[in-house]
């Protein structure tokens, strides 16, 4: 099949293999990279604001038959002769570049016949690893997996909380999936000064190796990733604000002393601790109601056997003790429950 790249409005794209691959500018200094396995470019659920795709600065497109090159603002990505992302601040540093172990030809297709590939002077492997692959499942979609050179020096810090002690988290292995005790947001700060956000909501795997960075999704039929360059950690996150939203500002009472335990079984509990704390010369900014004050797992209520008047402890507590009550959700429904 023969190579297919084209330049579009703030954006190039490449058709080849049956994949279709999408790079474009989206918010300043920044570039979204989206690649479809089946050839459609489709609107998929994702982390970025309609209409964020803006830039205040003039966006610079060159392609030609082998490779194509975007800059915006900050930030340069060039697209090379083996399919290959490579991302470049404007002073040339190499901030991130896509992993390959392929052949030295151009535009690998896997082919052995001699006679038809074009031999390079480049980095030459038998591995077959691809910087951005698609394995067919037993179902339609696939698992894909998107590979990128590690710089062993590099210290990576975000992802979300999890349960270890590593501020850097270079050289960890994550789970992309929200549990209990376990928030993912999978967008990164790295000390070569940029961010990244991987743009997919599916349940995956990412991997900070020092030989490999390596993102994996067990089910689906697209990659989508965000890139932003700036000379500063702040300026990355604005930059990431700017185009998946603002953090409100906290509630002033959100920002005193919180108390917290296991559960509460009654409001007499609750008015028990908030009273000590009142007689102690503590003043108490929020408390937690947490589980099984509810009848069932999914009924969002409370049990009236136990609670009988919670807009009465509502009032108590926010008036007589200027408390905020925050009740506890869980996402577990039971079979038998009203919901």
């Known amino acids: 099949m023969k190579v297919v790249i084209k330049a579009g409005q703030n954006s190039f794209i490449r058709k080849f293999d049956d994949e279709l691959l999408i790079v474009e500018a989206w918010g300043d200094h920044s570039v979204r990279v989206r690649s479809f396995a089946d050839m459609k470019e489709e609107k998929r659920l994702n982390a970025l604001l309609e209409g964020s795709q803006k830039t205040n600065g003039k966006v610079e497109i060159n392609v030609n038959d082998h490779s194509a090159e975007l800059i915006n603002g900050k930030i340069r990505v060039v697209l090379d002769h083996r399919d290959r992302l490579s991302f470049y601040h404007e002073n040339g540093k190499l901030l991130l570049k896509e992993y390959i172990r392929l052949r030295a030809v151009k535009h690998d297709d896997g082919s052995e016949d001699a006679g038809t590939i074009e031999i390079t002077k480049d980095f030459n492997s038998t591995l077959k690893l691809k910087s951005r692959e698609y394995r067919s499942n037993l ?72 030989n490999l960075t390596r993102w994996e999704m067990k089910s689906t039929n697209y990659i989508d990733y965000w890139i932003t360059a700036d000379d500063s950690p702040k300026n990355i996150l604005r ?73 009465s402890l509502v009032q108590t507590l926010k008036e007589e003790y200027q408390v905020e009550p925050m009740i506890s959700i869980w996402p577990t429904v039971q079979t038998d429950a009203q919901n």
Do not use: C
């Not at 992309?176 to 070569?192: G, M, T």
């Not at 296991?262 to 589980?291: F, M, W």
């Open 239 to 311: 930059n990431y604000a700017n185009v998946t939203g603002k953090v409100p500002k906290m509630p002033d009472h959100l920002l005193g002393l919180w108390q917290s335990k296991l559960r509460y079984r009654t409001p007499e509990e609750v008015l028990d601790v908030v009273k000590t704390y009142h007689e102690k010369g503590i003043q108490l900014s929020t408390i937690a109601i947490d589980y099984f004050h509810w009848p069932k797992q999914g009924e969002y209520r409370f049990d009236e056997d136990f609670w009988p008047n919670p807009e």
């Open 139 to 210: 179902s339609s979609d696939f698992t894909v997996t998107t590979r990128f050179e590690s710089d062993p020096d590099e210290k990576i810090y975000g992802m979300g909380q999890y349960q270890h002690t590593f501020l850097d988290l270079k050289n960890t292995v994550l789970e992309l999936a929200q549990r209990n005790s376990q928030i993912s947001i999978p967008f990164y700060v790295s000390s070569n000064g940029y961010g990244f956000l991987w743009n997919h909501p599916g349940i995956g795997e990412v991997s900070f190796a020092k």
